[in-house]
């Protein structure tokens, strides 16, 4: 893999999201608390099935997601394969506060403590990027909800030209960028124009989830460059 190698940001096509969620997977590991409840058994056959099934269904469903690969092509040949992943969503109302409005909660999250939980989680998360949305009055935010980069090709540009596609579109419709972005997405984004509002984003789950693990998140905003 030498310099030759050439990173490129497309849409992702049909047929493609099991090798994105393996990629998003492998990107994130054990990492990140959020992620692994958002997406169960992420690092198995039967979660990366059920991973891609529900994004699949996500980028049908929403004209304003855009689902983005980022691909390495080598310097040889048009050979291209997937290395990171990354969702940006026009986001000119505010997300449902209620998980089940969004997603089959009963299937995703058979047991009841994790549905609860994810439940809970959920009403949190999305707080800051509802208010960023009322601010916007009427104009929309534009949120990078999803990023990962497979770790054997991370520092290699590609988290950047994903996260740049979103900066760019943001820019050119006048409006703020922002991510929920875990610790070591969070360079990343800085490089990429975005600044921190909140250190660590508050997750008040109640006292029977403290033992678990509880998601560390940066919110992060940028304001559009004109």
């Given at each position: 893999m030498g310099?030759?190698?050439?990173?490129d940001?497309?849409?992702?096509?049909?047929?493609?999201?099991?090798?994105?969620?393996?990629v998003?997977?492998k990107?994130?590991?054990?990492d990140?608390?959020f992620?692994?409840i958002?997406?169960?058994n992420?690092?198995t056959?039967?979660?990366?099935?059920?991973?891609?099934?529900?994004l699949?269904?996500?980028?049908?469903?929403?004209?304003?997601?855009?689902?983005?690969?980022?691909?390495?092509?080598?310097?040889q040949?048009?050979?291209?394969?997937?290395?990171g992943?990354?969702?940006?969503?026009?986001?000119?109302e505010?997300?449902p506060?209620?998980?089940?409005?969004?997603?089959?909660v009963?299937?995703?999250?058979?047991?009841?403590?994790d549905?609860e939980f994810?439940?809970?989680?959920?009403?949190?998360?999305?707080?800051?990027?509802?208010q960023?949305v009322?601010?916007?009055?009427?104009?929309?935010?534009?949120?990078?909800?999803?990023?990962?980069?497979?770790p054997?090709?991370?520092?290699?540009?590609?988290?950047?030209?994903?996260?740049?596609?979103g900066?760019?579109?943001?820019?050119?419709?006048?409006?703020?960028?922002?991510?929920?972005?875990?610790?070591?997405?969070?360079?990343?984004?800085?490089q990429?124009?975005?600044?921190?509002?909140?250190?660590?984003?508050r997750f008040?789950?109640g006292e029977?989830?403290?033992?678990?693990?509880?998601?560390k998140?940066?919110y992060m905003?940028?304001?559009?460059?004109?």
């Amino acid at each position: 893999m030498g310099h030759a190698n050439k990173i490129d940001v497309a849409v992702v096509a049909d047929g493609e999201m099991p090798a994105c969620v393996e990629v998003l997977s492998k990107a994130f590991g054990h990492d990140a608390p959020f992620v692994d409840i958002y997406l169960p058994n992420h690092d198995t056959p039967s979660g990366q099935a059920q991973a891609s099934k529900r994004l699949v269904a996500w980028q049908q469903s929403s004209e304003n997601s855009t689902f983005l690969k980022a691909v390495m092509r080598a310097d040889q040949g048009d050979q291209e394969h997937i290395i990171g992943l990354a969702v940006w969503t026009l986001m000119k109302e505010a997300p449902p506060a209620e998980l089940s409005k969004i997603e089959n909660v009963e299937e995703v999250w058979p047991d009841k403590d994790d549905r609860e939980f994810m439940t809970r989680l959920w009403r949190e998360y999305v707080i800051p990027r509802t208010q960023a949305v009322k601010d916007s009055e009427g104009k929309g935010v534009y949120v990078l909800e999803l990023l990962g980069v497979h770790p054997e090709y991370q520092r290699l540009g590609a988290g950047k030209a994903l996260v740049k596609w979103g900066t760019k579109a943001a820019d050119e419709q006048n409006i703020k960028a922002v991510v929920e972005g875990t610790p070591i997405g969070r360079r990343c984004y800085e490089q990429c124009g975005l600044s921190v509002e909140i250190e660590e984003m508050r997750f008040d789950v109640g006292e029977e989830y403290a033992a678990r693990r509880i998601p560390k998140l940066a919110y992060m905003t940028r304001e559009p460059q004109t």
